[in-house]
């Protein structure tokens, strides 16, 4: 049976998304240093942690990411999918940033194998090495767990740990702000309601 046709993009969503790859192409022509550098924030019951990842894609689905599933953020967004993402590029106008908050879920497992064939070989060993955000003892203990998987896939391509892949934020809330002198920034919010349909507004700065 053939699938059912896709929806149209909501225009108030298109738009964002045009905002933000905009912002981004010029974060990366402006020589930022790692403009795909994003704030995660998750949260482990009433407490919220934060950290910075990398953006790798973005779509109408929404924002992509990696990780190890069972590091501290992997378990967090299993345990509740709800996260927040901010980009801070200083490079643009006065400062800008964007803001993104939204549900999460993991991606395919093909489309997380697809991406881990793009990393380093070292980057994919280290996948295998790392039990990410558990205790190390010592920094000699991680460089046995490396030479011990680079022994384990000489000479073969590394497959993508199991514990390992995909993430994406489905938003339903885009803010962009512009700095601007004395504080008088601007401040413009994307929002989707519970059918599914995105409003625009501004926010005092």
Not at 13 to 37: I, K, M, V
Not at 130 to 146: H, P, V
Not at 182 to 199: M, V
Request: glycine content about 6%; aromatic content about 12%; proline content about 6%.
């Amino acid at each position: 049976m053939a699938n059912s046709p896709q929806p149209p993009l909501d225009a108030l969503y298109q738009e964002a998304l045009a905002t933000f790859d905009t912002l981004l192409s010029q974060a990366r022509g402006e020589g930022d240093p790692e403009p795909t550098a994003m704030t995660l924030a998750s949260v482990e019951g009433a407490r919220v942690s934060a950290r910075i990842v990398l953006l790798k894609g973005v779509d109408a689905r929404g924002f992509r990411f990696f990780t190890n599933y069972r590091s501290s953020k992997g378990e967090q967004l299993a345990a509740h999918p709800q996260a927040a993402l901010c980009f801070h590029w200083k490079t643009l106008r006065n400062g800008v940033q964007v803001r993104v908050e939204g549900r999460v879920a993991t991606l395919e497992a093909a489309e997380s194998d697809e991406y881990f064939a793009t990393r380093p070989r070292a980057s994919q060993i280290g996948a295998w090495a790392s039990a990410q955000s558990q205790t190390l003892a010592d920094r000699a203990e991680f460089e046995a767990r490396i030479d011990e998987f680079e022994r384990r896939f000489e000479c073969v391509p590394v497959p993508r740990p199991p514990h390992w892949g995909g993430f994406v934020l489905a938003p339903d809330r885009i803010e962009f702000w512009y700095g601007a002198d004395f504080r008088l920034h601007e401040r413009q919010c994307y929002e989707r309601d519970a059918d599914g349909a995105w409003s625009r507004r501004m926010l005092y700065p």
